[in-house]
Nanobody, 115 residues
Framework: QVQLVESGGGLVQAGGSLRLSCAAS????????MGWYRRAPGKQRELVAT???????NYADSVKGRFTISNTNARTSMYLQMNSLKPEDTAVYYC?????????WGQGTQVTVSS
């Protein structure tokens, strides 16, 4: 099992920045990739960014150039630096870990961007 806990969400004005963190514990060695997803009100959950064990990253087109995903070498923590935030970035952001034994999700952290 892998446990994930997000933090760092909050309320910010458009154009501002936030940094989300995800703390991982448990069977960390089983993690192949990690990522951030989000669910906006009335919408389905969507991929924001992913990072693999070799450091390769992937971003949704809507956040390219504004968001940066990173993690520690030990994969105990993962981050999402969000710059130039827009009202449409408002959502609950979830940390995800894809492991050899299954997928795991955190409880989510709310990000609200005011116009």
């Amino acid at each position: 099992q892998v446990q994930l806990v997000e933090s760092g969400g909050g309320l910010v004005q458009a154009g501002g920045s936030l940094r989300l963190s995800c703390a991982a514990s448990g069977r960390i060695s089983s993690i192949k990739a990690m990522g951030w997803y989000r669910r906006a009100p009335g919408k389905q959950r969507e991929l924001v960014a992913t990072i693999t064990s070799d450091g390769s990253t992937n971003y949704a087109d809507s956040v390219k150039g504004r968001f940066t995903i990173s993690n520690t070498n030990a994969r105990t923590s993962m981050y999402l630096q969000m710059n130039s935030l827009k009202p449409e970035d408002t959502a609950v952001y979830y940390c995800n870990a894809d492991g050899f034994y299954g997928g795991y999700w955190g409880q989510g952290t709310q990000v609200t961007v005011s116009s």
